[in-house]
């Protein structure tokens, strides 16, 4: 069974940095694209970045751009997200996800993921 657990999430003040972590048991983590999507208060759940399995091809939403950076450890079985420059506006629950598909580039999509995390909480104060 597919399992992915997230931490790092925290207070922390505008313009400061968190990174995430998201451990995945269960499969052949390498060959997963993996991404993490964030859902604010009120809001929809909305891709921030993705990773993919083969040649670690990454895609990033506008919104995070030039800030954040996803990464993984293969070998740890571990996507990470680095945080830069936080804003009030990236506050929401971030949660990692996996896409069994091996698409050449991760998904946008969350229905296009298989597996999810339960979410960690970033929260940025102004």
């Known amino acids: 069974q597919v399992q992915l657990v997230e931490s790092g999430g925290g207070l922390v003040q505008a313009g400061g940095s968190l990174r995430l972590s998201c451990a995945a048991s269960g499969g052949t983590f390498g060959k997963w694209n993996m991404a993490w999507f964030r859902q604010a208060p009120g809001k929809e759940r909305e891709f921030a970045a993705g990773i993919s399995w083969r040649f670690e091809n990454t895609v990033y939403a506008d919104s995070v751009k030039g800030r954040f950076t996803i990464s993984r450890d293969n070998a740890g079985n571990t996507v990470y997200l680095q945080m830069n420059s936080l804003k009030p506006e990236d506050t929401a629950v971030y949660s990692c996800?996996?896409?069994?598909?091996?698409?050449?580039?991760?998904?946008?999509?969350?229905?296009?993921?298989?597996?999810w995390g339960l979410g960690t909480q970033v929260t940025v104060s102004s």
């Open positions: 996800a996996a896409d069994l598909s091996w698409a050449t580039y991760p998904p946008a999509t969350s229905d296009d993921y298989d597996y």
